[in-house]
Every structure is written in C-alpha cells, then in structure tokens.
C-alpha cells in the first residue's frame, strides 16, 4: 500500500502567498477557510475519506473523526420524525441539507420520509464528498440534486449536522488587559500566531484581566441571516457541539474552544499539518439564534441533543435491536458522550407572506431550553 502524497505542503506554498499578499498577516478565519476550503488542497476539497467508524491504521478505517448518521441510523429515523412535522406544517416536501459528508444522514431521511419529499438538494462545496454522496444515493435518482450556492429563493426543510462548527471563526486576545485580534503570520517557514489591536469585542465581557483566547462567528451568523432572507416557506434544524454565550464566554474558558480532528485524535494545534486534519471551534447557540431572530426566523426550540432525539422517538422499538446497535444509540444520548454537548436548534420561518402559525416542534416538546439563550 502507498503512502498518499502530502498535501501540506503545496497548501501551505498557497497559504503563505496570501499571507505574503496581504502584507505578512491574515485573519485566522481566512487561514480557516484556505486550511479547509481551497479547491483541491483544503481538508475539505481532497479526496479523502474524512467520516467513518474507524480511525486510519484499522481494519476498513481511514477515517478522522465520526458524525451521528455513522454511528446509528436511528439518528436519522429520529431527525425524519421532526422533518416530516415541519414539512407537513408548513405545507412543503423539499428537503435541504448543508454539508451532507458521507451521505448518510440524506439516506437515512430519504429511507425514512419516502414520498413526502419530491426534492432533496445537497449543498456541499467539495467535488469529493459529492461523489461519494452521488453513489450512495443513486437509487433516488432526480429526486436528489446538488447545488454549490443558494438559489435566490427556496423551501422547504434545511437541516445540517455538524455545519457551523466548520464556519472559519475570528479569533480574540485578551493579552495584559488589551483585545488583539488574534491571526497568522509566517516565521522561519511556519505558520505562527500573531496578534493585531482591533476594535471588535465578544459579545458578552468577560470577567477578570487575566489573558483569554476566545472566538466570534460572523460567518455562521451571516449563513443564518442569509437562509432567513432566502427561505420563503419552511424550517431549519441545526445540530452540533456549543454552548449558549454564558456557557461560551465563561471567564474559566480561556483557551477557546478550536480544536483540530484527525484519526479519531484531538488536538489544538490548527498551524499545524495544515489540510491534514479538521479545523473546528464550538458555537454559540446564543448569537445564533439572534442572528436568526433578528433575520425574521422565529425560535422553535434548543435543546440538548440527547432530549431532542428522545423526543423524537429514538429509542423506539429498542428492546428488539441488537446490543451492538443500542451501544451506539447511547453513544448519541449520553451525557458524556454526545448527549449533551450536542446541541439543537430550530427556526421557522415567519413572514407576512407565510406566517408561522404556533406549531409546537416535536424535537422540543420536552426540555427546551431556549430562555438559556
């Protein structure tokens, strides 16, 4: 077996003349966006298998890190129970899903919502993953489509799983008392960090002068925003690890939450092996749903993920699954393990020209936790 070629290398070439161009200093969410994004080099736009069971070096492995649509499917018979809710009370049968991955989750609402859905589109940015999508999901045929940018109107029901933890994010410093914002510079030919004075602030004050790391997020904020102005009809579902803004800019959190994924291993270190690994950072729920609030969205709900998926119905039947099967269902609700660090949050759309009419979503029946917001 060979060793793929590194990609490190002719990324970091890339990175380090957009640094050079911008004058020795970029933005940790541009380097987020180039580690991540850039066509053919980013983690995200190679061809490589970044979703799966089994870390590299295993059996059938070869994976970074593991979603919920991988672990079970009842993670995605349980989303559907909410999707085919949403659809039928706002009186539309498509379905949009961000960032679809392995395809998993696509399959398991299409298995699970048959004929309610005439559409599924996929908006995912790379070519690779959308080939593994495009075979996985073949046997749908037309009803699944693939766009790489939003129509200018749209509905239905958006869903996306583990989205916005992949938004490029802002970095701030607070260092001997001043806010710097925090990007990347290069020093005998590496990556470093590099701070600048700014006049942006998280959204919240942190509390003491000692020195603290943290994030804010314009661009899931503005992805928000964007699907509020877009989506004429319908509901949005997301999920992923976060924090509402108390939690997110807690004087204790002082090393910020990004966080680098590659063979089921962790590690904070994003300048590193740059298109290598995963580059994440938490959300904050809170600014979220403001974005969204402020957007024209109304709030469903937010819950942990565990509740949601409780009620939605995910351990139905589990009596007569087999053990390996209810060990994974426990991987999805316990509290520590995704249960609770897992979030999710709701919006429906509410306009003059299709007003939300008090639906009570399911996925939040129970244990709503939206006045934490």
């Known amino acids: 077996m060979t060793t793929p070629p590194s990609l490190t290398s002719p990324l970091s070439t890339h990175i380090r003349g957009a640094i050079t161009a911008a004058g020795g200093w970029i933005g940790f969410d541009r380097f987020m966006a180039m580690a991540l994004y850039t066509p053919g080099l980013g983690y995200y736009a190679r061809d490589a298998r970044q979703f799966g069971l089994m870390p590299a070096g295993v059996k059938g492995g070869g994976s970074d890190f593991v979603t919920a649509p991988e672990l079970s499917p009842r993670f995605g018979q349980a989303l559907a129970r909410q999707v085919a809710q949403a659809l039928a009370a706002t009186g539309t049968t498509e379905v949009w899903e961000f960032g679809a991955g392995s395809g998993a989750l696509a399959q398991q609402l299409l298995e699970a ?187 469903l709900g937010y819950t942990s993920q565990a509740r949601f998926l409780l009620n939605c119905g995910v351990l139905d039947g589990m009596e007569d699954v087999p053990l390996a099967e209810r060990v994974m269902v426990q991987k999805l609700i316990n509290e520590h393990e995704m249960g609770e660090l897992f979030k999710v949050i709701g919006f429906a759309v509410d306009s003059k020209a299709c007003p939300w009419n008090g639906w009570q979503a399911l996925g939040f029946a129970q244990g709503d936790r939206s006045h934490t917001l």
């Open 113 to 299: 919502l048959g004929p309610q859905v005439t559409r599924y589109t996929i908006v995912d940015l790379s070519g690779s993953l959308q080939a593994r999508q495009r075979e996985r999901l073949v046997a749908w045929g037309d009803t699944v489509q693939w766009v790489s940018e939003l129509p200018a109107q749209m509905q239905g029901v958006v869903v996306g799983n583990e989205v916005l933890d992949a938004m490029p994010v802002q970095l701030l410093a607070r260092v001997d008392g001043a806010w710097q914002e925090r990007g990347v510079a290069v020093h005998n030919d590496a990556f470093v960090p590099a701070d600048q004075p700014t006049a942006l602030r998280p959204p919240l004050d942190v509390a003491g002068s000692h020195d603290y790391l943290t994030e804010i997020h314009p661009q899931a904020e503005a992805f928000v925003r964007t699907l509020a102005d877009r989506l004429q009809a319908g509901a949005v579902f997301l999920l992923d690890y976060g924090f509402p803004e108390h939690e997110y800019y807690h004087p204790q959190r002082s090393m910020g939450t990004v966080m680098c994924h590659r063979a089921h291993l962790a590690d904070a270190d994003a300048l590193q092996d740059v298109g290598e690994k995963d580059i994440t950072a938490h959300v904050n729920f809170s600014g979220i749903a403001l974005a969204g609030q402020d957007a024209g969205f109304q709030v």
